[in-house]
């Protein structure tokens, strides 16, 4: 199956995991479960997430982050069907081109060659008209209350994982929404079933804030697991450390 685990399955239109989330995120402590009783050892692992720092593997040099545009949006299209088992409405298409949806969406795009330099200026790359490319991965976010990211969808094609695409595309979005909106914490919902998402994002430091059993309703299990990750320097300087990597 072509589709990478880690994408947030949503039964839910945007508008209603946006609500979904906040009221959340809102609820008084006395009804917010508490959180399992923690070992040494979740102890111990928990600590070296939060005082370590993530490194980003650098980007394949085939690999190009690129905008979502007109043209893109049918492969856009195309990619959340390939990996996502419940089809978004058109509205969620159009407001992905609003701001400020539009800026917080990033798609990786694979060339079958990398993209050439030119001579004068090592960082600027022109394409190559015959150079295949197909869009392999993708991620759309929305800003919350309380400075918070959402991560509406992520999603990979299934060959193209273990090269740090997602990551690449999580870790440029949050960068841009802590320089341009301020947000300080990325959420998401996962699906309960998702064992390599859960996994993925306890990689990243994402810690299990929390469960609805009935957000997916065209899906069973029909519960999600919310997760959360305070944004810090380190997630800031990994995406930068990543691409002195790649140019070096």
Known sequence: MSRIQMSNWGAQPPAMRQSSITAWLK???????????????????????ATSKFTLPPLPANVE??????????AFKRLLVLT?????????????????FHGLTLLAVWQSTPPKTTANNANTAT??????????????????????LYISTISLLAPYRSHGIASHLLYNIVTKAAKEHGVTRVTAH???ANEDGL???????????GKEDSYYSKLKPAGAV????????????????????RDG
């Open 27 to 49: 609820k008084p402590p006395s009804v917010t479960p508490e959180p399992p009783s923690e070992t040494r050892e979740t102890r111990e692992t928990r600590e070296t997430l």
């Open 65 to 74: 982050l690129v905008p979502l545009t007109d043209d893109l949006m049918p």
């Open 84 to 100: 996502l088992p419940i089809p978004y409405p058109p509205a969620f298409f159009a407001e992905t081109m609003q701001k400020p």
């Open 127 to 148: 394409r190559d008209s015959g150079n295949s490319r197909r869009v392999v991965g993708a991620i759309r976010c929305r800003i919350l209350p309380s400075s918070m």
């Open 190 to 192: 996962v699906w309960e």
């Open 199 to 209: 996994e993925w994002y306890a990689k990243r430091g994402f810690e299990v804030v």
């Open 226 to 245: 919310l997760v959360l990750k305070p944004i810090g320097v380190a997630d800031l300087l990994a995406v930068k450390d990543a691409a002195g990597a």
